[in-house]
C-alpha cells in the first residue's frame, strides 16, 4: 500500500509540473508576442528581426508576403523617419497550442498609434503565430495578420 501512495504522489507531482511547465511556455510565448512587436514595429529595431523571428521567417500581411529581406528594408525606411507618433500595441490573447518544439498563437492585436496624449489613428487585427522552439529560446517562423474590426 505504502509503494502504491508513492507512485501516486509521484504521478501527481510529475503531473503538476507538468502544467506549470505548459503554462510557462504559454507566457513565453505571450512575451514573444508582445516584445517581438514592441521591438521590431514599434521601436523599429533591426536586430529585433534576429532576436525575435527564424532566417526563414515570413509575415503574411492584409493579402501581401513580406519575406526578411522585405522586412529589413521596411524597418529601415521606417527607422529613418522622424516621426513624433508613437505606436502603442495590445493584445487579447485567444488561444495557444503548443506541440513540442512547434506552437501557434491566435490573437487580437490592437496598435494605438499616439501624438503626445492623443490617439490620432488606431489600428485592430486579428492575427496567428507559428513559433519554433529554438536553442535561444521561441522565435517567430509565420506571421499572418489580417484587418479587422474593433473588438
Not at 12 to 34: C, P, Y
Not at 95 to 116: L, P, Q, R
Not at 126 to 136: G, K, M, N, V, Y
Amino acid at each position: 500500500m505504502k509503494r502504491v501512495f508513492q507512485v501516486l504522489i509521484l504521478f501527481l507531482a510529475t503531473a503538476a509540473m507538468g502544467q506549470d511547465s505548459e503554462k510557462q511556455k504559454e507566457e513565453q510565448l505571450k512575451e514573444l508576442i508582445k516584445n517581438s512587436f514592441q521591438e521590431i514595429f514599434s521601436n523599429m529595431e533591426l536586430q529585433a528581426l534576429e532576436t525575435y523571428c527564424t532566417p526563414d521567417f515570413l509575415l503574411l500581411e492584409t493579402g501581401e508576403v513580406w519575406d526578411m529581406e522585405k522586412m529589413r528594408n521596411y524597418i529601415k525606411k521606417a527607422s529613418e523617419q522622424k516621426s513624433q507618433v508613437k505606436r502603442i500595441n495590445s493584445f487579447n490573447f485567444i488561444e495557444i497550442k503548443i506541440e513540442g518544439k512547434m506552437a501557434w498563437v491566435a490573437y487580437h492585436n490592437k496598435a494605438e498609434f499616439m501624438s503626445g496624449d492623443e490617439v490620432v489613428r488606431e489600428i485592430n487585427w486579428l492575427e496567428s503565430a507559428s513559433a519554433i522552439l529554438t536553442d535561444e529560446g521561441w522565435k517567430l517562423q509565420l506571421l499572418h495578420s489580417t484587418i479587422a474590426n474593433k473588438e
